[in-house]
């Protein structure tokens, strides 16, 4: 993982260890991690590293139990490769599902042995793997074929946990996933793209089972619940992702069930394992909001946003005189008149890296003066082409 061209793998690493202990301290009995694993296909070997000496360190800290399903930054053949081994430690690795295999099911023992609860781990869905091509079909008919492949697939995995349920009271089921859920928040900066399987759509919470005793849910980075239910929730990215992320307080859920018994839903606070501000102003406040961490003490990442009115003559040199002899280090440096100025056509104040995909085609085929009557099928072809991207799992994304 990166930002801004530096790699974060002290911060991977420091919250990993914390996890460790975590799980130590509460005595977790089962991980669920939902995706995304890596922040792309082909992980650094540093990455595989982090990620093997984890595993290692929660079963050593009593974890009996690990559930890993793949992401939509995952490679699905990358993570299921060593199986074998990680199962050989009760690790399992979900990375594919589809009609006829909706995932992962596992009956999972307790302390003394007995079955304890079932999970039913269902990663991203992948178009090609809810949908069988139609040819003609419009984008309406296509992304209703994805939410009604999401649904039957989650109904799939459903009944797969309850074929497994044994004799007596009925154990709690846990149901894992990696999608876009109505209602859910995002920021900017964050890379998280607004789709299931490719299309440009969301999916309610009624795909999941009322009866579930927990959802657990990857892709956003903010934590949060699904429809205002307790038991539906993603814990969000467990460092900030951008700096769009930096005032959000960070989380790991932990959940306890019980035979006949709802499930206890509580969160864990993550630490800052570093600092990252945006400081925003004219010259004279920036450097004084430089001052007051110059007082704090301790390593900052920093994104400065000048938007003042007066025309600094060198602001990168300006910036960098403020933070010399400091533990600031500032990775960009934004100067929002000259953003203004180069989206005047579009009166807006945004930058490029603030647009999603569709919005900069939209605009390209404004500018472009495109006849209305061909946008809707250019438009349509531009989304295909994004979700040919997405079901390649070619786009980058984050660890955790």
């Known amino acids: 993982m990166t930002l801004c061209g530096r790699r974060r793998d002290t911060e991977a690493a420091a919250f990993l260890d914390w996890l460790a202990g975590v799980i130590e301290k509460e005595t977790i009995d089962l991980l669920l991690v939902t995706g995304d694993i890596f922040d792309n296909g082909t ?14 360190a929660a079963a050593a800290a009593g974890c009996r139990h690990i559930i890993i399903t793949a992401g939509n930054h995952d490679s699905p053949a990358f993570l299921e490769a060593p199986h074998e081994i990680l199962e050989a430690l009760n690790i399992h690795v979900v990375g594919t599902a589809g009609a006829g295999r909706p995932g992962g099911t596992f009956l999972l023992d307790g302390p003394d042995g007995e079955p304890e609860c079932i999970v039913a781990a269902v990663p991203y869905l992948r178009d090609r793997d809810i ?30 946990a309850c074929a497994t349920q044994p004799p007596g009271p009925k154990l709690p089921v846990i149901i894992t996933g990696h999608l876009f859920a109505a209602g859910g928040k995002t920021v900017e900066g964050d890379g998280v ?5 490719g299309f440009i759509e969301r999916v309610g919470a009624d795909i999941f089972p009322e009866e579930a005793a927990y959802v657990a849910l990857g892709h ?57 501000i945006t400081i925003r102003g004219d010259l004279p406040t920036i450097n004084r909001r430089i001052d007051e961490l110059r007082e704090t003490g301790g390593p900052v990442w920093a994104e400065v946003i000048y938007d003042g009115a007066a025309l600094p003559g060198d602001l990168m040199g300006e910036v960098a005189g403020m933070t010399e002899g400091t533990e600031i280090e500032v990775l960009r440096v ?13 009166q807006s104040c945004e930058e490029l890296a ?41 786009d980058g994304g984050n660890l955790a």
């Not at 793209?193 to 399987?197: K, L, S």
């Not at 606070?269 to 600092?275: K, T």
């Not at 934004?334 to 579009?346: E, F, G, I, N, P």
């Not at 569709?358 to 989304?383: C, G, H, S, W």
């Open 43 to 56: 992980p650094s070997a540093r990455s595989q590293s982090l990620y093997y000496r984890f595993l290692t």
């Open 131 to 160: 949908r069988r091509s139609a040819p003609g079909a419009s984008i309406g008919e296509k992304a209703a074929q994805v939410r009604e492949g999401v649904q039957s697939l989650y109904r799939e995995a459903w009944e797969a």
């Open 193 to 197: 793209r607004d789709q299931v399987a």
């Open 220 to 276: 956003l980075h903010v934590p949060q619940t699904v429809a205002g239910i307790n038991t539906i929730r993603y814990p969000g990215s467990p460092v900030p992702v951008g700096f769009g992320e930096a005032e959000q307080q960070k989380e790991v859920i932990i959940v306890t069930t019980a035979p006949g018994m709802p499930a206890a839903v509580r969160s864990v606070p993550v630490p800052q394992f570093r600092r990252l």
């Open 334 to 346: 934004k100067d929002m008149r000259l953003v203004s100025a180069a989206l005047s056509a579009y």
């Open 354 to 394: 603030e647009l999603t995909e569709t919005e900069v085609f939209e605009r390209r085929m404004e500018t472009a003066e495109i006849p209305p009557e061909q946008r809707d099928k250019l438009m349509a072809t531009f989304r295909e082409v994004l979700r040919g991207m997405d079901s390649d799992g070619s």
